[in-house]
């Protein structure tokens, strides 16, 4: 049993410098100006005073520290470097993942997705599982051919996901690359893969709206006979130009009447960036959801959907905060 107790590791306070504290028997608990904490076993071998990185604490336990550095001191007396020892079992762990596709993608995902957003991660995520991993996953990375990398994506290609097919050859560079920079492979065989690819041509972006053709659009938009929901959204769109995607998903809570205040959380979904957004609302907003909130007021979402067959209107809507229709309604909702 060592000196250390639990209370001296939870107690011990950063330094200027690099500090340590001594458990016996080579095992020392390592204080960085940081705040972090490191257990290092140090031992005698050849002639030298080695160390070897046991973990973190709090991460790793005074008692395991302890467990991990008597197992160091076995070896060592049986005339093994546990430092040696170690890397070789990491040098043979990164040669058997050479081994196979699946186990280099895996080593590469959990790389690179550690800087990923959520949805990046689990869009990478879905590719591996669903189009790399079932056709590719016990081969060897060395007998991967170009041929049949090609063969896999034509055929995602064929099933009417060109975007997809675009993405995981993207996805299998990055792979291949990051494989050869490990040492695990000297193969590239998606150098030449886009050469058994044609080019798909570019979607073309919808027009912006002139200036000169506002006033048309705002007096078509108001004797469009639509749902007050829809009319609503698109007149909150060009009155506030939030995006489409957070304006179609606005909710009552985000919303302050009184202050004319439109309040966007960050992190909140579909904002770009993730950034948090203030919006001052003008007093046709506040009018138009005024109006809106006798509709949709129980809802959390200001702009509900419906079913394709509801028809509703403020007539034949009473003055609750719950949605009735009828089919005698002049509102028809185009919203599906």
Known sequence: MGDLIEKDLKDAKPGKG??????????????????????????SYGGKRPELQLGSYPKKSLKQARIDADKARALVSSGVNPVEQRRQERDALKATMANTFGAASEEWFAFRSRSWKEKTSSQVRDYLNKDLLPALRNRPLDSITTRELSTLTTKIEERGAPDVAKK??????????????????KSDPV????????PQHGGENYPHLPIAELPTLLRELHSFQASPFVKGAAMLALWTANRPGVTRTLRWSEIDLDAA?????????????????????????????????????????VFIGNEADQRWCRECTPQTSRLSWASNCAWVSPLD
């Open 18 to 43: 690099k500090r340590k504290l001594v458990d016996g028997n080579g095992l020392e608990l390592w204080i960085m100006p940081s705040g972090a904490k490191y257990w290092r076993f140090r031992f």
């Open 168 to 185: 995981v050859r993207q996805w299998l560079a990055h792979i291949y690359s990051y494989a050869r920079a490990n040492g695990w492979t």
């Open 191 to 198: 150098r030449d893969l886009a050469s058994l690819h044609l």
């Open 261 to 301: 205040l439109w309040t966007i959380t960050k992190g909140r979904k579909g904002m770009k960036l993730g950034y948090a957004h203030l919006t001052p609302l003008p007093a046709q907003a506040i009018a138009m959801l005024r109006e809106l909130n006798d509709l949709s007021g129980s809802f959390e979402y």
